[in-house]
């Protein structure tokens, strides 16, 4: 069952049983009021009538006779059935048969009061006793309710109008308010149905100032995460599928001219110098693998492995990186300038990281280019900068650098032994340390990178 059904459903049965149950309180109330107010009326009545047959029977009471037409002559105005007894012997009477015969008499000094309903109609039943010089003189009276409960019969006829025309306006009302109500949760289904038909930019833009707005609100929060992370995932995929491509291009082109030479190899019509370089050839390809295999093996440790940092001298940490790379400097030269401290790093990350970086920056210089590396700690860990004069790169260029398998000079990297794999690692090292890696270059003017590293107690 829709919400908007069980919506109007629930208001119809609370409006037809708040109408039902107030409507028949006030009538039964008012019933009843009248019907006490009748029975007050009977009362005080049947009171009279004694009085005035103690007045009659003190004035009258040498003679019954005389007694019987006083009494006939007061009651000529009675409609209402009327009996007067003395000793249970009738001493008048007025439409007696509508008067029960069954009833006993009443004890001296008593009124009692009793709804009656019969063939002749609803009617109150009056019967009180009292003894006046040793005799016992009863009175019945029949008094007439026919118009009160016309009058209730009435009530209920215009209340069973008023109900259903009330109720048929609060069952239409409930429809506009339940659709009115209900259009926030049909705009919120409408938005689920077409993201779930790809549409992931639409949004609900519900105000309505109440619960539905705040529900709206995190509706579209939900729905800008799932976008983010649907667009991240579509991002990393495509990145797989280059990292793929790539990946198969660089085994493609050593392995075939690998697999060339060794054919060659194989012919028993090649010299001594051709069959050396052949194997040469070979080995340096083979090399080239094994230097890609590591590479790749590094960036998939670093991904996978939880990051230990340890307290670590700047200066301490810069000269061991300076010792290894110094057989690859030849005619370049390095300037290194430290601010001693102790920070938190971890320190085999952080040299795999800077010999990176210096040996792209060798591979861009001249031979006699320059490269300056500097390190200097910050409250929260440490800034490295290396800066080279070499060949520089396009802005367009730097926005690619860190995707793997990616060169600016695809040739020389390859004449060089490069990867494109560099970078990528320098990358998800600094995600590590969560840090940041920031690159500046222009064509022929040459590159600048700074990185900086966090670590979780700064500088001690």
Same mark, same amino acid.
């Given at each position: 069952?829709?919400?908007?059904?069980?919506?109007?459903?629930?208001?119809?049965?609370?409006?037809?049983?708040?109408?039902?149950?107030?409507?028949?309180?006030?009538?039964?109330?008012?019933?009843?009021?009248?019907?006490?107010?009748?029975?007050?009326?009977?009362?005080?009545?049947?009171?009279?009538?004694?009085?005035?047959?103690?007045?009659?029977?003190?004035?009258?009471?040498?003679?019954?006779?005389?007694?019987?037409?006083?009494?006939?002559?007061?009651?000529?105005?009675?409609?209402?059935?009327?009996?007067? &007894? /003395?000793?249970?012997? $009738? @001493?008048?009477?007025?439409?007696?048969?509508? !008067?029960?015969?069954?009833?006993?008499?009443? =004890? %001296?000094?008593?009124?009692?009061?009793?709804?009656?309903?019969?063939?002749?109609?609803?009617?109150?039943?009056?019967?009180?006793?009292?003894?006046?010089?040793?005799?016992?003189?009863?009175?019945?009276?029949?008094?007439?309710?026919?118009?009160?409960?016309?009058?209730?019969?009435?009530?209920?006829?215009?209340?069973? &109008? /008023?109900?259903?025309? $009330? @109720?048929?306006?609060?069952?239409?009302?409930? !429809?506009?308010?339940?659709?009115?109500?209900? =259009? %926030?949760?049909?705009?919120?289904?409408?938005?689920?149905?077409?993201?779930?038909?790809?549409?992931?930019?639409?949004?609900?833009?519900?105000?309505?100032?109440?619960?539905?707005?705040?529900?709206?609100?995190?509706?579209?929060?939900?729905?800008?995460?799932?976008?983010?992370?649907?667009?991240?995932?579509?991002?990393?995929?495509?990145?797989?599928?280059?990292?793929?491509?790539?990946?198969?291009?660089? !085994?493609?082109?050593?392995?075939?001219?690998?697999?060339?030479?060794?054919?060659?190899?194989?012919?028993?019509?090649?010299?001594?110098?051709?069959?050396?370089?052949?194997?040469?050839?070979?080995?340096?390809?083979?090399?080239?693998?094994?230097?890609?295999?590591?590479?790749?093996?590094?960036?998939?440790?670093?991904?996978?492995?939880?990051?230990?940092?340890?307290?670590?001298?700047?200066?301490?940490?810069?000269?061991?990186?300076?010792?290894?790379?110094?057989?690859?400097?030849?005619?370049?030269?390095?300037?290194?300038?430290?601010?001693?401290?102790?920070?938190?790093?971890?320190?085999?990350?952080?040299?795999?990281?800077?010999?990176?970086?210096?040996?792209?920056?060798?591979?861009?210089?001249?031979?006699?280019?320059?490269?300056?590396?500097?390190?200097?700690?910050?409250?929260?860990?440490?800034?490295?900068?290396?800066?080279?004069?070499?060949?520089?790169?396009?802005?367009?260029?730097?926005?690619?650098?860190?995707?793997?398998?990616?060169?600016?000079?695809?040739?020389?990297?390859?004449?060089?032994?490069?990867?494109?794999?560099?970078?990528?690692?320098?990358?998800?090292?600094?995600?590590?340390?969560?840090?940041?890696?920031?690159?500046?270059?222009?064509?022929?003017?040459?590159?600048?990178?700074?990185?900086?590293?966090?670590?979780?107690?700064?500088?001690?």
């Amino acid at each position: 069952m829709r919400f908007r059904t069980k919506l109007v459903l629930w208001i119809s049965v609370v409006l037809a049983l708040s109408l039902g149950i107030s409507g028949t309180a006030l009538i039964v109330s008012s019933f009843e009021s009248a019907l006490q107010a009748e029975e007050e009326n009977a009362r005080e009545n049947q009171k009279n009538l004694h009085q005035m047959l103690g007045l009659l029977t003190l004035a009258d009471e040498s003679d019954s006779v005389d007694l019987h037409e006083s009494l006939d002559k007061l009651m000529q105005d009675q409609k209402q059935p009327i009996c007067f &007894r /003395i000793d249970q012997e $009738v @001493l008048y009477e007025h439409q007696a048969s509508l !008067l029960p015969s069954n009833l006993s008499v009443a =004890k %001296p000094g008593t009124c009692s009061v009793m709804v009656l309903e019969d063939v002749h109609g609803p009617a109150l039943l009056v019967q009180s006793a009292m003894e006046h010089h040793g005799n016992l003189y009863d009175i019945q009276l029949r008094q007439d309710l026919t118009e009160i409960y016309r009058n209730r019969d009435n009530q209920v006829a215009f209340f069973v &109008r /008023i109900y259903l025309a $009330v @109720l048929g306006i609060g069952i239409l009302g409930a !429809l506009v308010i339940s659709r009115f109500l209900t =259009k %926030p949760l049909r705009m919120l289904q409408q938005t689920v149905r077409q993201i779930s038909d790809g549409n992931l930019s639409i949004r609900t833009g519900i105000h309505s100032r109440d619960e539905f707005e705040a529900l709206s609100r995190d509706f579209n929060s939900m729905a800008d995460h799932l976008q983010s992370n649907i667009e991240d995932l579509e991002k990393q995929m495509e990145q797989q599928r280059s990292f793929m491509g790539a990946f198969s291009h660089e !085994l493609k082109t050593p392995m075939t001219a690998m697999i060339g030479y060794a054919d060659l190899l194989r012919q028993d019509s090649l010299s001594a110098a051709d069959r050396m370089q052949a194997a040469d050839y070979i080995f340096s390809e083979g090399k080239r693998l094994e230097r890609l295999s590591h590479k790749l093996l590094q960036l998939l440790l670093v991904q996978n492995e939880p990051l230990q940092l340890r307290q670590t001298a700047l200066s301490t940490l810069v000269n061991e990186v300076q010792e290894s790379i110094r057989p690859k400097l030849d005619l370049v030269q390095l300037s290194v300038t430290v601010e001693d401290a102790v920070v938190w790093v971890e320190p085999d990350l952080t040299k795999s990281l800077l010999l990176n970086l210096l040996d792209n920056a060798i591979k861009a210089v001249r031979s006699d280019g320059t490269i300056v590396l500097t390190a200097k700690p910050i409250p929260s860990g440490c800034v490295f900068s290396i800066a080279d004069n070499g060949r520089g790169m396009e802005q367009a260029e730097l926005e690619r650098i860190t995707e793997p398998f990616y060169r600016v000079d695809k040739s020389r990297s390859r004449l060089q032994g490069g990867a494109g794999l560099g970078l990528a690692l320098c990358r998800e090292i600094v995600h590590l340390h969560k840090g940041q890696l920031r690159f500046e270059s222009a064509p022929g003017v040459g590159t600048r990178v700074t990185v900086t590293l966090f670590g979780e107690g700064g500088i001690s």
